[in-house]
């Protein structure tokens, strides 16, 4: 942008005082504040700093584009929809409200292997975990496990909030409404059995949540004590001091309900199911090769038309599959670069078909 | 009343003499001022958005997103009405601790103002204010006479006389007299006409009429009276001057409608959203929330989804309540008192003789100083100094006042030497002449130059005041009169002092004693004064000076050859634009004057035609004289008064003069100071005594000026047929040429008719220049009125007097002169400034820079709240229409308070797009102020749709990206509270880019406050999601952890970079493009500028302006009738001061 510094020295043009002064002079202080004549730094829109600007925008971005959007390709990335809509589909009998437990089997293949450290989600749609009312439906200070929220929840989680004259722990819609569908993963290799893939259940949920935001109870010595008055969420089948085994993951710590906790932004979304460990830098994490999913099918999501997705992918430094930025910003780039060149032929005829002279580069 | 009755007077009840012009006290100052704020719409407005954020069921909000805010702005508006408040209460405790002198059973107790009740009777000093309003009984003085001066009330410095009623004015100082008055007064009830009262005394049985002659209002200063006693009969809140003032209109700018008009669009524009909104979440209930009830059950009192709507509406209506920013008319106020305190501090507005910097009273009207088109402005004082300059003369034929140089030839005055005046002890120093020729006429000791002298130090109506010896002070009628009188004492006929018979002058060093026989009066119709002396060597003289027109005619044939000469001198005078006065003198024999004397008592004392029978008395002496010559006053413009006018005029400024005075002076000034310029096409003079006549002479200036526009297919015209209907404005009309126009009062006085209204309306506007002259007060304020109504344009009123009040206030902006002629216009006032010629710095230089501010702070103002609001719009769209916010609510409390508040306030108090030395030069640049270019509804559009677009770029784009997308350690990334974070930080970063980019100063002020804000955001960022605070309140602050997880993100930044570029580029190309393609005049100029600023090789040069002189001439007689016969009838005479000055002669 064109600079140009005006500190300006102008000699100041008013009336002389009195020689002598006057008891109380009224004259205003000749102060670079006070006279508006702060020194300033001027830029100007002119055509030589706004073509540079959308030439270099152009140049800067299209690269950027490219780069994020081959990374974003060369995430691998694999979704199946299990909900069993279709009839086809061996989830199909799921459906039905009455079969309870109720277990299906899916089958895929991996064209290509997964390599470096893969993650397991699981998606849902038309599942509107930003409702306003269910958004606020939890109570944080009960999560945090202060005693007295545990027992009086927040009226915040109503209708959920007591059942049976006891207090629900967790309260809230959110609680109440997780997700409890199990996921196992089979490779089907050369052996006559399938080989289950070792799903690591910890280190999904944020650090902040799981050490700060969420804590169990005080108090007794098991969980279950510390729970003790409590009751579980209606749609529950096991309390909550039973989601796990191992007592760090356990309660309110536990890493599932730390990530389902986490409310999603849109109606769309993935949530972060197993982490699948890289074994060695030589075999591939996952190699190319059929696999079958073993699903508990536990989560009615038919009611309200909602699709329920396991998600395989790896990673890159830029999180998962997503090529929307890098087409973004190789398309902002080409426009920027575009509109600079029209720009440039804009000013060009315009100044040179004007007679007066006074318009500048 | 009774004089001396407390008791009496207490059952009627009268106020006692405590002003209050405060309006809290210490315990109603805060549900007074609440319910003042309350009453505000806006405030209003929020109120009832806080009342329906405490119902649970449709709140989204936390209750203190709105509380926080509501608290601070009315906090800030009370702690500023408190110190108002505060000041005033210091001001009325001085005012009503004052001590005053009170008569109490005979004897005098001092006593303070505030406990002077009705009957008491008090004891005012010379140079003591008035207490209240006070019956006159007795004074210092003969006859009961008392010297005020008004200036406090009605802006006239010189002196008034009351005089006493004779019963009273016995009383004297006698105490006892005094306190055993017990007159009762009967009188009106209080009023706020200075100049009426009437009123009954009963003294001893006896009743007396009372007028206002008797009264000495609160507020007048007593002059030149020891003392005086007075029967208080007014107090307090009832006295004429409290019943004057505090009913000053609240003036309001064309912003604040335009405003108020812009929330009103907001209003519906966000019903009508909220209206789309429900029913969208009705549509969304019944096709998904019904069935998404396993999850998320309706609450109980939800029967179907339309009640969930109705619900919605009013959850949208909170969310969505940031369009109308609860901080925009704080914000407004804020800057505009920043930019009245620049006018205060402007040194370039100060007046150094007069140590008055200038002083903007209000500071609710700077924007539209950058948008006047019509200044108003009265003459004298304002245009003029009305100080009257003895300048030259023409005596016996012989012209003085010229400067020469060696060659004979006329050269500047300025360029020649003073006159030097040492040998007159007695001279003004302040006088000045540059001509020695007379001087040394008069040392030679010519006939006809001492004679022309003695006649101007006889021949007038001065008081003269010797408080130091040899230090005169003139009281003078008329400034023209102290000059001339002046003018005579340098050059050695020093009047010294009068008594009622006797005129003293000192002729060159020596004293003499004129006896005065009689002073015949000026009137209007006589155009002319004259006295009758008889000088020490017994010889009777007369001396008259007048109008040349009338003198002619009176002259003694013998001096035809010298009229000639004169009168050829008083053209070259009154081509010069000077103020002529003829002087000649008659020898009267003894007898001829004792006949006269006898004819002229009986015709004073006749009781029919009394007028008429002193006139035709007068007409008898005042004939045959001779003539001695002829003075020329020049009339001082102000300084800088003709370049400003010019000034103004590029910048498309219309100017009228609007004053009392008559025709030719005006008219002459107008000439002077460039209002008129001798290349005009036209000059109309409209001066019809009826309105058939005005009519006329009206649509002949219009048919010369534009002849299509007395056409039926005129588009005014038409449009004047088709829309009768009152509130209608009449647009621009071009004529084909400059034209002034000139009408006086008469006129104009059917031209206001309703008839006329119109017609002078569109005539009047197509000229450059109008004077108005022969104007009331109420004339003024009608012209100004009339404009308001039928045009929309901002107009200005300026003047100095009392006389100029009405039209300052009832134009837009009222500017106060704060000159000779005291307070009164000033006190009414928007803006005082000391001199005409600081109009031009500030309309053009403060005006233009608060106008674009003001407009600039609009626009971005607007632009951020649409972009900050619209998000929740588009997220209604993923989230079920459930209400639900896209940000943190500490954001969204925080967001107009905190994160953008400073830089758009460093923007609106520090930005210049031209620094002043340019806008002085170039004043077209003030042109879009004028049509408002710069912040109009169509702008106001412009910032709805870059905020609707930046709004869903800014939510788009995060969202896409966010979408199914993960953290690099495979954690997701799409919740919800990420997805606040990012999109709030990406709105605040494009905000502050986009303001950056409005701003063209960057100060360093600038720079802290715009980086700073976007810094300090994110420092509350990291304390608003720490553990503490959020482990604290889990439930209030429940974003933990959440900064420290996603800023660390590459995609947050590269979103963020994305959304600023796409917001930014846009507007840079429009921008950038808009010159180019529909060039303005001003972006022209701002392009020169930027050209020179960049090459200062080219000095831009200012053409001198030139003065042209027209051919006009004017009398200088600004007298009042009827002074003459208080001098003579010897009541305003002081023996005491006579005698202490004859005895200081002796010496």
């Not at chain 2, 008055?356 to 100083?369: F, G, K």
């Not at chain 2, 017609?759 to 012209?783: D, F, N, S, W």
């Not at chain 2, 000779?820 to 309309?843: P, V």
Request: with cysteine; net charge positive.
């Amino acid at each position: 942008m064109a600079m140009n510094y005006n500190a300006k020295d102008e000699v100041d043009g008013g009336p002389q005082c009195p020689p002598g002064g006057t008891a109380k002079n009224r004259r205003p202080d000749n102060t670079a504040f006070k006279q508006q004549r702060l020194p300033a730094w001027q830029p100007i829109l002119t055509a030589g700093t706004v073509l540079p600007t959308f030439f270099i925008i152009g140049l800067i971005f299209i690269p950027i584009g490219i780069g994020i959007f081959v990374t974003s390709n060369n995430i691998r990335e694999i979704e199946i929809d299990y909900t069993g809509t279709d009839p086809s589909s061996p989830c199909n009998k799921c459906l039905s409200p009455n079969a309870t437990p109720c277990y299906c089997t899916i089958n895929f293949t991996l064209e290509q292997s997964f390599e470096g450290n893969v993650f397991m989600y699981y998606g849902l749609s038309n599942f509107y975990q930003n409702h306003r009312r269910y958004v606020k439906s939890r109570d944080d200070s009960q999560l945090n496990g202060d005693s007295s929220a545990l027992l009086n929840p927040s009226k915040e989680c109503e209708p959920y909030r007591r059942n049976e004259d006891k207090p629900i722990a967790p309260c809230g819609a959110i609680a109440n409404s997780m997700f409890n569908d199990t996921l196992e993963l089979f490779l089907v290799g050369n052996e006559s059995y399938p080989t289950p893939i070792p799903l690591k259940k910890k280190g999904i949920a944020w650090w902040t949540d799981k050490n700060v935001k969420f804590r169990n109870p005080s108090g007794g010595e098991s969980l279950k004590e510390r729970f003790k008055g409590t009751t579980k969420p209606v749609n529950w089948v096991k309390p909550v001091y039973m989601l796990d085994s191992e007592p760090d993951n356990n309660g309110f710590i536990n890493e599932d309900f730390i990530v389902w906790m986490r409310t999603a932004a849109l109606p769309t979304f993935r949530k972060l199911y197993r982490l699948i460990e890289r074994k060695s830098d030589l075999h591939p994490t996952l190699p190319a090769g059929r696999y079958y999913l073993n699903i508990t099918y536990n989560y009615p999501v038919h009611s309200f038309d909602g699709r329920k997705r396991m998600i395989l992918s790896t990673i890159s430094w830029m999180g998962g599959k997503n090529p929307f930025l890098g087409i973004a910003y190789i398309a902002i780039g080409s426009i920027s670069f575009l509109l600079g060149v029209v720009l440039l032929v804009i000013n060009h005829k315009y100044r040179n078909s004007s007679n007066t002279a006074d318009i500048t580069i | 009343l009774q004089a001396n009755s407390r008791e009496l007077n207490s059952t009627f009840g009268y106020p006692n003499n405590t002003i209050k012009t405060s309006r809290y006290s210490v315990f109603n100052f805060l549900p007074l001022n609440l319910f003042e704020q309350f009453q505000r719409l806006a405030n209003a407005y929020f109120l009832i958005l806080l009342f329906l954020q405490l119902i649970p069921q449709i709140s989204p909000l936390a209750w203190y997103t709105t509380v926080i805010p509501l608290m601070v702005v009315l906090s800030i508006t009370a702690v500023k009405d408190a110190i108002d408040d505060v000041k005033r209460h210091q001001n009325d405790n001085h005012v009503n601790n004052r001590s005053v002198l009170v008569v109490m059973n005979g004897r005098i107790k001092e006593d303070k103002w505030m406990n002077i009740q009705v009957g008491d009777i008090i004891k005012l000093k010379n140079n003591q204010p008035v207490t209240a309003d006070v019956l006159l009984l007795s004074s210092s003085e003969p006859y009961g006479l008392t010297y005020i001066e008004t200036a406090e009330l009605d802006g006239e410095t010189n002196l008034k006389v009351k005089q006493s009623i004779s019963v009273t004015s016995n009383l004297e100082d006698n105490l006892g007299l005094l306190s055993s008055f017990d007159g009762k007064v009967r009188c009106e009830s209080p009023n706020n006409k200075l100049d009426k009262f009437t009123g009954i005394l009963t003294f001893k049985g006896k009743n007396y009429t009372l007028d206002h002659d008797k009264l000495l209002l609160r507020g007048c200063i007593i002059r030149n009276t020891d003392w005086c006693y007075g029967l208080v009969i007014y107090t307090g809140p009832d006295t004429k001057l409290m019943q004057n003032c505090g009913k000053s209109t609240f003036k309001r700018t064309h912003m604040d409608h335009l405003l108020n008009v812009l929330v009103l669009w907001i209003f519906l524009f966000l019903g009508g959203m909220c209206f789309i909104l429900a029913i969208g979440h009705g549509i969304w209930e019944n096709k998904k929330g019904y069935y998404f009830q396993d999850f998320l059950p309706w609450e109980e009192f939800v029967s179907s989804s339309v009640v969930s709507a109705i619900l919605t509406f009013w959850s949208y209506f909170i969310i969505l309540n940031t369009m109308v920013p609860i901080s925009l008319y704080v914000s407004v106020e804020i800057i505009r008192l920043g930019n009245s305190f620049y006018i205060n501090w402007d040194r370039k507005m100060y007046y150094a003789p007069k140590n008055t910097p200038a002083q903007a009273r209000t500071t609710t009207l700077n924007e539209e100083l950058g948008q006047v088109k019509y200044v108003f402005s009265d003459k004298t004082g304002t245009l003029t100094q009305n100080i009257m300059i003895f300048n030259k003369c023409s005596i016996n034929g012989i012209i003085y006042g010229y400067g020469y140089d060696k060659n004979g030839q006329r050269v500047e005055v300025s360029e020649v030497k003073k006159v030097d005046f040492s040998y007159n002890k007695l001279a003004d120093p302040k006088f000045s002449f540059y001509d020695n020729t007379l001087v040394e006429a008069m040392k030679k000791g010519d006939h006809w130059v001492h004679l022309f002298f003695l006649s101007l130090s006889l021949c007038h109506t001065v008081m003269s005041e010797e408080k130091v010896e040899g230090k005169l002070v003139y009281q003078a009628q008329s400034p023209d009169e102290g000059a001339l009188v002046t003018a005579a004492r340098n050059f050695g006929f020093v009047f010294r002092s009068r008594t009622s018979e006797t005129i003293m002058v000192v002729e060159m060093g020596e004293t003499k004693v004129y006896q005065l026989l009689a002073i015949l009066d000026f009137s209007a119709v006589r155009k002319r004064m004259s006295v009758i002396v008889r000088t020490p060597e017994d010889r009777v003289m007369l001396f008259c000076k007048g109008a040349d027109t009338i003198l002619c005619q009176l002259l003694h044939p013998s001096c035809r050859s010298l009229r000639d000469v004169t009168m050829e001198h008083l053209d070259d005078f009154a081509f010069e634009g000077l103020r002529t006065l003829m002087v000649a003198y008659r020898e009267v024999d003894n007898a001829f004057y004792q006949a006269w004397s006898k004819k002229h008592s009986e015709a004073c004392l006749s009781l029919e035609n009394r007028e008429d029978k002193i006139s035709d008395v007068y007409r008898e002496m005042e004939k045959d004289l001779m003539l001695l010559g002829a003075t020329a006053i020049e009339d001082k413009l102000q300084d800088g008064v003709p370049e400003t006018i010019t000034t103004l005029n590029k910048a498309k400024i219309k100017i009228w003069v609007l004053t009392g005075d008559k025709q030719e002076t005006a008219v002459n000034i107008a000439y002077a100071c460039n209002i008129f310029e001798e290349e005009m096409d036209g000059i109309f003079i409209v001066e019809g005594k009826n309105d058939e006549t005005v009519r006329q002479e009206l649509r002949l200036a219009r048919k010369k000026m534009k002849p299509e526009s007395l056409l039926e297919s005129d588009p005014v015209n038409t449009y004047l047929n088709t829309k009768p209907q009152m509130p209608f404005r009449i647009p621009e009309e071009v004529p084909n040429g400059n034209y002034g126009l000139i009408i006086n009062g008469y006129s104009l006085a059917y031209a206001l008719e309703g008839n006329l209204e119109l017609e002078l309306l569109r005539t009047v506007c197509m000229c450059k220049g109008v004077i108005c002259c022969r104007m009331t007060p109420l004339q003024k304020a009608q012209v100004v009125e009339l404009m308001k109504r039928y045009k929309e344009v901002v107009t200005l009123a300026i003047g100095d007097g009392a006389n100029d009040v009405s039209m300052i206030k009832a134009a837009h902006i009222g500017i106060g002169i704060t000159g000779q002629e005291g307070m009164q216009a000033m006190l009414n006032s928007d803006y005082a400034i000391s001199q005409f010629c600081y109009l031009q710095r500030l309309l053009l230089v403060h005006g233009r820079w608060s106008y674009n501010r003001m407009c600039k702070f609009l626009s971005y103002f607007f632009y951020k709240n649409f972009a900050f609001t619209l998000m929740h719009f588009w997220y209604a769209f993923f989230s079920g229409f459930s209400a639900q916010t896209v940000y943190d609510t500490w954001f969204i409390t925080f967001y107009n308070l905190v994160y953008t508040s400073l830089p758009v306030l460093s923007l609106s108090l520090f930005d210049q797009d031209v620094n002043e030395t340019w806008s002085l030069r170039f004043p077209e640049l003030y042109d879009p102020g004028q049509h408002n270019l710069y912040f109009n509804k169509k702008e106001f559009v412009k910032c709805l749709v870059r905020g609707i677009y930046s709004s869903f770029v800014l939510f788009f784009i995060p969202m896409r990206t966010i979408h199914n997308s993960v953290h690099s350690d495979g954690k997701e990334i799409s919740d919800y509270q990420s997805f606040s974070l990012l999109v709030q930080t990406a709105l605040l970063c494009v905000v502050t880019v986009q303001i950056a980019l409005d701003t063209t100063y960057w100060t360093l002020i600038s720079h802290i406050f715009t980086w700073g804000s976007l810094g300090f955001y994110f420092c509350i960022l990291f304390l608003l999601y720490s553990d503490g605070l959020c482990l604290m309140f889990p439930n209030v602050f429940q974003f933990l952890g959440v900064a420290r997880n996603t800023l660390n993100l590459p995609q947050m930044w590269l979103i963020i970079i994305l959304s600023v570029v796409l917001c930014i580029l846009p507007v840079i190309g429009y921008r950038f493009l808009k010159p180019l393609f529909w060039p303005a005049d001003v972006d022209k100029i701002m392009n020169r500028i930027h050209l020179w600023t960049r090459h200062p090789l080219l000095p831009p040069t200012q053409t001198k302006l030139r003065h042209t002189r027209p051919r006009r001439s004017s009398y200088a007689f600004s007298h009042k009738q009827g002074f003459g016969a208080l001098i003579t009838s010897g009541k305003t005479m002081k023996d005491k001061v006579f005698k202490k000055n004859s005895f200081s002669f002796k010496k």
